[in-house]
């Protein structure tokens, strides 16, 4: 999955995710809200990387993950 398709995943699941307020109906995440929630992600990601037994050889592939977010 090239890093354009995983950040159009990653806001496609975050805008999609049910909110459900009070005494309301389930919605549906802003755009803006999305990609806030999809760079958190990322970013929590990439801040693991140092510290957890990830691969070094992912954190330019989040990187770009998260540059491609930023575009939408």
């Not at 950040?7 to 919605?27: D, H, S």
């Not at 990439?46 to 330019?60: G, R, V």
């Not at 989040?62 to 491609?68: A, G, M, R």
Request: hydrophobic share 35%; charged share 25%; aromatic share 12%.
């Amino acid at each position: 999955m090239t890093p354009r398709e995983k950040a159009l995943q990653l806001c496609q699941k975050f805008g999609y995710l049910g909110i459900k307020w009070e005494q309301a109906e389930y919605t549906t995440l802003s755009l803006e809200n999305a990609k806030e929630c999809a760079l958190i992600a990322v970013d929590e990601i990439l801040n693991s990387i140092h510290t957890d037994a990830f691969s070094y050889t992912n954190e330019e592939y989040w990187q770009q993950v998260k540059q491609e977010i930023e575009k939408l």
